[in-house]
């Protein structure tokens, strides 16, 4: 049945028709220990959700070690609906901008983490992860710290890290330490205050000091654009390959995942594979698939299919641990403000309905992780 067909139909039936990858494998395992065929039924064996109710995500998830994470705006988590998706659905959560050096630390040594911590209080009463997003980036980032001088610059940004990953000590799991350093011709970024004050050597500095204020934390670089092997992805392959190399203590790489519909090219599984081979870890973290507006049923049919790729493709490779969404409703997407005619970006729309999108991670995460039964 075609996405964009499945998802007008009611949720009880979404719901049935979303799982029936998972219900067709069933009978066959049910008769696999001892060859004996046991008459069962796919609604026997399976543990259905009450009517009216869709598939959990973070469930379906949990049997291949997959996190299901969304960005969040804390103040959102007062509106019942945003609330009850992320409360349902996310094994882990992540800040969309709160936990930002504009908001943590706007004037020299003012620290506000009172949103930030509002989240983690979130995540530590929900049992869901939290992630760190994001510690040296050259965008929200207050106009004081551009304005200092070398030496004075390189002490700020220590000081930034150890102070945000020391107040999160033993909460954050992973921490986007350095976000977005290479530009989109593969070379360092220029416009980086960072990269022109400091050079080069900012970016090893930032995780020596992340590692040193939580040594357990994941400590992952983070950036646009890497799906593709390419000029970029292979710039920061070689940067990274370099700091591994030099046993920078970096853990992860983010691919961010900000996709156009139909975009998405088939080198992406080789492409993190590679990262992973290096001995890292990778994520998709801000996970996005724009489209025109007002989106077609087409349109929402080919992103369906990208958010499928996008799971299905970290499902194949072990070392990726998770995808994140970058937001929960269409209704508060960054897309439409950055981004002229575009938006109906994530897996619910504006009335919070789930979309075709939402049926086709359904089914790519109820295949699990292949060769894992
Ligand atoms: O989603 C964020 C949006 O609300 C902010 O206005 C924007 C400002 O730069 O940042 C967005 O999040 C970005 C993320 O922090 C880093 N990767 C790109 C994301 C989209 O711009």
């Given at each position: ?24 494998v069933l ?23 009450p ?19 969304f ?10 609906e ?52 994001t510690l ?16 004075a ?55 020596r ?17 890497l ?12 940067m ?94 960054w897309?439409?403000r ?35 039964s």
């Amino acid at each position: 049945m075609p996405h964009a067909a499945l998802a007008r139909v009611p949720a009880r039936r979404r719901v049935t028709a979303a799982l029936l990858p998972l219900l067709v494998v069933l009978p066959l395992a049910a008769c696999s220990d001892d060859g004996d065929a046991q008459d069962v039924t796919p609604d026997q064996t399976q543990a259905q959700p009450p009517a009216g109710t869709d598939p959990v995500l973070a469930e379906l998830a949990g049997g291949s070690a997959l996190d299901i994470g969304f960005a969040i705006a804390p103040e959102l988590l007062d509106e019942p609906e945003y609330r009850d998706i992320v409360d349902t659905h996310a094994t882990l959560v992540v800040a969309e901008n709160v936990m930002k050096w504009e908001t943590t630390e706007a004037a020299p040594g003012e620290w506000d983490f009172t949103a930030a911590d509002e989240l983690a209080a979130y995540a530590q009463e929900h049992g869901k992860k939290l992630y760190g997003h994001t510690l040296v980036w050259h965008s929200q980032l207050p106009a004081w710290v551009s304005e200092l001088d070398a030496e004075a610059m390189q002490a700020a940004m220590e000081e930034h890290v150890r102070t945000q990953v020391e107040h999160f000590k033993g909460q954050v799991v992973a921490w986007d330490v350095v976000n977005e350093a290479i530009d989109d011709n593969g070379r360092r970024r220029a416009e980086s205050p960072f990269q022109a004050t400091l050079g080069d050597g900012y970016i090893e500095d930032a995780f020596r000091v992340a590692h040193e204020a939580d040594p357990d934390a994941q400590l992952c670089y983070n950036d646009y654009d890497l799906e593709a092997i390419g000029i970029k992805s292979d710039a920061v392959y070689e940067m990274v390959s370099d700091l591994v190399e030099r046993d920078v203590p970096i853990d992860c790489v983010g691919f961010q995942g900000h996709l156009t519909a139909g975009t998405l090219r088939d080198d992406l599984q080789e492409n993190i594979q590679r990262f992973v081979d290096l001995g890292l870890t990778v994520r998709f973290t801000e996970v996005d698939v724009r489209v025109h507006t007002p989106a077609s049923d087409e349109d929402l049919a080919q992103q369906a299919k990208d958010y499928a790729s996008v799971v299905t493709t970290c499902l194949a490779v072990e070392g990726c641990l998770g995808v994140t969404v970058w937001g929960v409703t269409d209704r508060y997407s960054w897309i439409p403000r950055w981004f002229e005619g575009y938006g109906a970006a994530l897996l619910w729309d504006e009335d919070y309905q789930t979309k075709p999108a939402f049926d086709a991670v359904v089914t790519a995460i109820g295949a699990g992780r292949p060769g894992r039964s």
